[in-house]
């Protein structure tokens, strides 16, 4: 059984930041794999996004993907067409 972890960041942040929930997101997902406190796989999940756009996006913040056979086939085992949100 999965467990949720809710953060809640006062509309204030979010507002100050000029960013969406779904930014927000996006932004640490993309934090916590180049710290490689994340999996490729994982990461991507957290940002909602597909493994192409996920991809796209760390080429546009200029972050490598290294993303490996292994985490390759743990995405496959738990491939989905839509990110879950």
Known sequence: MATRVVLEIPGEI????????EELKRELATHLFRLGRLSFGKARELAGMTVW????????????????????EEDLSGFSATPSR
């Open 14 to 21: 979010a507002h100050a930041a000029r960013m969406t929930p």
């Open 53 to 72: 756009d996920f991809q796209h996006w760390l080429g546009t913040q200029g972050i490598p993907a290294h993303y490996d056979v292994q985490e390759y």
